[in-house]
Structures are given as structure tokens and as C-alpha cells.
């Protein structure tokens, strides 16, 4: 990893990328002050730190990717995250998602099923200084039964479906945020749970993730 470095340099490039997020269509000012404030570079090998003011995502090796910005600005808006929101995302990766969630909140569970990356990125993040998000290894597709309810789940796969155990761990007036659909690509789906046996469902534009694993999701 590289020496965790944030100069003026990188300041300008993440100025420029919030200002190309906003002129895509991303107008929550405090998701995109999140993006501004977190150094993407560092969660980037330094050989491939080119990339990371670039909007796309890269992979972070065991078959997985960091998402691209537009993608974790889309999704966090939509989750609409309150400052005393209890928020669990499924799928931590790099951990640059995570970090963005803990700019909005101090209350962030973070689970991730590949151990290789869940050690990496508890080691990262812990360099970092984000050290406020509960981070887990093990099937998110079932949720964190022992830390529901949440005002916030933020699924970072694509799921075949709404995953039952991740609905039932809303609490009321929470919102799940999920791609859904088939290998190709996935429809991002929001569900606000309105009441104990309401929800209602949104749909949203198009992506293509890597696949959610384990009960609820694909076959590994
Ligand atoms: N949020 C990540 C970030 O900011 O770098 C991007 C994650 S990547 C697009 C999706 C992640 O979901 C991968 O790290 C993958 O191992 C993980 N994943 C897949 N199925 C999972 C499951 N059932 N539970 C937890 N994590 C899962």
C-alpha cells in the first residue's frame, strides 16, 4: 500500500470528479462532499493510482472491484443516509463505499464473504483512521441479524432477488438499496419498508456488478 498521502494535487482531482458526478445528474451535496472528502487514490495500489479520479471502476484482485464513483454516489443518494442512521453494507470490498457511509454516519456495519479482502481492507481501513464501521466476515446476502434493524442496508453485488432476511432486518421507514437482475445486468432497486408488513418498491437505472454470493444470492 502506498504511504497514505493526500496532497492539493489529489484535492483538485477529487473537486474535478465531484463536479463531473453533479453535471451526471448526482445533486445530494452531502454525498458528494463524502466523495470529495475521501482520498479514492489510496484505496489503489500506487502503480494503478492513475486511475482512481478516473469515473470507473477497478479491480481490487480475487475477482473483485472497487466501484465506480458515479455508481457509489447513485446508490448512497438513494439510501439517503441521516447523520443517527444505523446503516449495514453488504459487500466491503475495498472499503472505499464504507468509508464514504462513515462521512454520513458514525454508525456503519460492514460485512464482506471473500476473507482474503475482508483481512485487507479491516488492516486498510484501519490505517486510514476509519475505524468506525463494524466490519464482518460472512454471507451479507442474510444480513447482520445481530446488529438489525437498520435505517440503511447497501447492497454492493448483483442479487438474483430481494433477499427475504435483508428486508426483514429495515426497520420502519428504512430503505434497502440493491441491484437485481441476471449476470448481465442489474436494475437498481430501492425498498422503503413503510410499515411492518409494507414495503414499497422503486425502480432505477441500469448497472452491471459483480455477483452477490452465499443463501440469497448466485451459486459460488
Ligand atoms: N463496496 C465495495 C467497495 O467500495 O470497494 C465494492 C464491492 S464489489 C463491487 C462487491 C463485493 O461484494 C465484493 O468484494 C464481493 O466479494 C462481495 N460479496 C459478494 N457476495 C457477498 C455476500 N454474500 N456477502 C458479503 N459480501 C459479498
Not at 448526482?26 to 502503480?47: K, Q, T
Not at 485487507?120 to 483512521?129: C, D, E, H, S, Y
Request: proline share 6%; charged share 20%.
Amino acid at each position: 500500500m502506498s504511504p497514505l498521502q493526500d496532497t492539493y494535487r489529489h484535492q483538485g482531482q477529487r473537486r474535478a470528479l465531484a463536479r463531473e458526478l453533479r453535471r451526471r445528474g448526482i445533486y445530494d451535496e452531502r454525498v458528494l462532499a463524502a466523495l470529495e472528502a475521501v482520498p479514492r487514490h489510496l484505496f489503489f495500489e500506487p502503480a494503478f493510482e492513475a486511475h482512481a479520479y478516473q469515473d470507473k471502476a477497478f479491480p481490487i484482485g480475487e475477482g473483485q472491484t472497487i466501484s465506480q464513483p458515479y455508481t457509489v454516489a447513485y446508490q448512497t443518494q438513494l439510501l439517503n443516509v441521516q447523520p443517527t442512521d444505523r446503516v449495514l453494507e453488504v459487500g466491503t470490498g475495498s472499503g472505499y463505499q464504507c468509508a464514504v457511509l462513515l462521512r454520513l454516519t458514525a454508525h456503519v456495519e460492514s460485512i464482506e464473504f471473500n476473507e482474503v479482502l475482508f483481512r485487507r481492507t479491516k488492516a486498510f481501513l484501519a490505517a486510514l483512521g476509519a475505524t468506525g464501521a463494524g466490519l464482518h466476515c460472512g454471507d451479507g446476502s442474510v444480513g447482520l441479524p445481530d446488529k438489525a434493524p437498520f435505517d440503511g442496508i447497501l447492497v454492493t453485488a448483483g442479487a438474483p432477488g430481494l433477499p427475504p432476511a435483508l428486508l426483514r432486518q429495515l426497520r420502519v421507514g428504512g430503505r434497502l438499496v440493491i441491484p437485481v437482475g441476471d449476470n448481465q445486468a442489474q436494475r437498481m432497486i430501492r425498498v422503503t419498508r413503510e410499515g411492518p408488513e409494507s414495503f414499497v418498491r422503486e425502480e432505477f437505472e441500469t448497472f452491471r456488478f459483480v455477483p452477490l454470493l452465499g443463501a440469497s444470492g448466485w451459486r459460488a
